[in-house]
């Protein structure tokens, strides 16, 4: 699978990530480019929001694409800023499989609940809403349908309660 004329994907190890023999983080990583171009070839006739949006292979592009933004954003940094190379890595990695998940992947997600893993990051909702717009957009950008993006955007908006962890005083 090439994503535009310079970045390759194996699809075979990057799909194998869902599969019964999944992928180690060191596996997984060797075969995740830093900034995958965006695909170029349609996926309206794929039956599933998996497929459609390009399998594990669309989905490793849009969590890279969106980790661009997300930690480039100069209300998130704060976030992410204490985080090694490695601990970004593990990020991406637990963002794919419950992004795998909500499009309806064969993968379980796999990593700590939600509200356990961010209960001591104090994420407003501010934060919250700031990753999903940043989420909308690189969903637009990978030229997902609409009703794709809604779906998934609904789906990550209903995980919100389990991410928000910090109420702001009025």
């Known amino acids: 699978m090439t994503y535009g004329d310079d970045s390759k994907v194996d699809a075979h190890r990057v799909d194998a990530f869902?599969?019964?023999?999944?992928?180690?983080?060191?596996?997984f990583l060797q075969a995740a480019p830093t900034?995958?171009?965006?695909?170029?070839?349609?996926?309206?006739?794929?039956?599933?929001?998996?497929?459609?949006?390009g399998?594990?292979?669309?989905?490793?592009?849009?969590?890279?694409?969106?980790?661009?933004?997300?930690?480039?954003d100069p209300l998130l940094m704060s976030?992410?800023?204490?985080?090694?190379?490695?601990?970004?890595?593990?990020?991406?990695?637990?963002?794919?499989t419950l992004l795998a998940v909500v499009t309806?992947?064969?993968?379980?997600?796999?990593?700590?609940?939600?509200?356990?893993?961010?209960?001591?990051?104090?994420?407003?909702?501010?934060?919250?809403?700031?990753v999903v717009w940043h989420l909308q957009a690189t969903l637009q950008e990978l030229e997902i349908q609409q009703e794709d993006q809604q779906a998934i955007l609904a789906a990550v908006q209903a995980r919100r309660d389990e991410v928000v962890t910090f109420e702001e005083s009025t």
């Open 18 to 27: 869902a599969s019964e023999d999944e992928l180690t983080i060191e596996e």
């Open 79 to 96: 976030y992410f800023k204490h985080l090694d190379d490695r601990d970004r890595q593990w990020l991406r990695w637990h963002m794919l």
């Open 104 to 130: 309806g992947g064969p993968t379980k997600y796999q990593g700590r609940d939600l509200h356990e893993a961010h209960a001591d990051l104090h994420i407003t909702e501010e934060a919250f809403d700031q």
């Open 55 to 72: 399998c594990a292979g669309g989905l490793l592009w849009l969590v890279n694409t969106l980790y661009l933004r997300v930690l480039a």
């Open 35 to 53: 900034a995958p171009a965006r695909p170029k070839e349609g996926r309206r006739l794929a039956s599933s929001l998996y497929q459609r949006i």
